[in-house]
Structure formats: C-alpha cells, structure tokens
T-cell receptor, first 113, second 112 residues
C-alpha cells in the first residue's frame, strides 16, 4: 500500500520550460489536491479535484493547469516555468468530507533558474 | 474562511507532556478541527481530528473547549521525533472540496 506517490522528487527547470508533476493514490479516494509550500510558509492550495472528472482553482492557480486523469491520478502542469514557481509541491488525497483524514505525498522540490 | 490562531513556536523537554493551543473563535457548527504535523523535509501527516468531544488516538489527544472556540493538542510524552510544525486546521466547506487551509502552524522544538 503505497499511499500517495509523487514523481519526480527533484527537478531543475530553466525559465520558460514546461513540465508535468505526477501524483497517484491507491486508497480509492474521491478528492485530490495540489499544494505549494514556499520557505517558512504553510501550504497553499493550487488546484483541487473533488471527484473524478472535476477540477477547480484554489488560492494560487495562476501559471498552472491540472488534469484528473482517472480516480487514481492527478497531474499538475507548468506550461512556462518562472522563477516565482520555485517551491516544494505536495499532492494530497482524501475521501470527500469534513471528517476524513488526508494523506500527503513526500513532495517535489522544484527549482526554476 | 474560518481561521485559526496558533503560537509561532513552542519548546518542550523530552519525555514531558506538550500542550499546543489553537484558537478558532469564528468556527461554525459543522467545521471539524484537524491537526496535522510536518516533520522536516516531509509532507504533512495527519495527527487527529474532532468535532465536539475530546478525542484520543495512538499519537495524541485533542481537547476541545465546550464552546468550540479553542482546542488543545496534547502530546503525552514528547520525543525528539515529535519536533515538527503542527498545524491546527478547520476542515470546512464543500466550496473548496474540503481542502485543508494551512496557516503557519506552531514550530515545536523538543530538547533532550
């Protein structure tokens, strides 16, 4: 039982390059989330998918797109990376509702130069 | 969105109990109180959650005030491994897919 798996763990991009961060969960969760965490800060919500086939913007969606490929997978795409997108990205999943536990991946450390 | 207020940092001695406070004066009746922690260089991990009654699990206890405007996470015997940032979060609202809204949390230092 792997939980939430993120790939890659580390990535360096040049300004203007594109990339996709992958996230997969094996717990049959309905909801999946992408967060970013800047140094010394809490996590901020980028996008979420409350159920398969739906995606919605969070607090900081500019510069990102997402795809809920199926129930297991939720990817985050940077079309044209900028230095301001240097951050640690976390994917999370949970069952839908207020009283459920969320599980987080180990994060992707992205540097844009 | 309902907000929580936590001290920026706290310090504890190893093997002593730790009480981490959280204020949430604007909590609504259906908001659940969640606690997560983040160890260095790791993703957040679930600690405990509750609605009205006090809760216990293998990691910690959650004490919720009768008016629900504050809560306290209790670590019964702190270990060095408990050094982390602890986040108190109100899980609310289907308008954001029940996403967890993280603040800055409390950084807990545990000294031997």
């Amino acid at each position: 039982n792997a939980g939430v798996t993120q790939t890659p763990k580390f990535q360096v991009l040049k300004t203007g390059q594109s990339m996709t961060l992958q996230c997969a969960q094996d717990m049959n969760h309905n909801s999946m989330y992408w967060y970013r965490q800047d140094p010394g800060m809490g996590l901020r919500l980028i996008y979420y998918s409350a159920s398969e086939g739906t995606t919605d913007k969070g607090e900081v969606p500019n510069g990102y797109n997402v795809s809920r490929l199926n129930k297991r997978e939720f990817s985050l795409r940077l079309e044209s990376a900028a230095p301001s997108q240097t951050s640690v990205y976390f994917c999370a999943s949970s069952f839908h509702g207020r009283d459920t536990e969320a599980f987080f991946g180990q994060g992707t450390r992205l540097t844009v130069v | 969105d309902a907000k929580t207020t936590q001290p920026n940092s706290m310090e504890s001695n190893e093997e002593e109990p730790v009480h981490l406070p959280c204020n949430h004066s604007t909590i609504s009746g259906t908001d659940y109180i969640h606690w997560y922690r983040q160890l260095p260089s790791q993703g957040p991990e679930y600690v405990i959650h509750g609605l009205t009654s006090n809760v216990n699990n293998r990691m910690a206890s959650l004490a919720i005030a009768e008016d629900r405007k504050s809560s306290t996470l209790i670590l019964h015997r702190a270990t060095l491994r408990d050094a982390a940032v602890y986040y108190c979060i109100l899980r609310e609202g289907s308008n954001s897919g029940y996403a967890l809204n993280f603040g800055k949390g409390t950084s807990l230092l545990v000294t031997p």
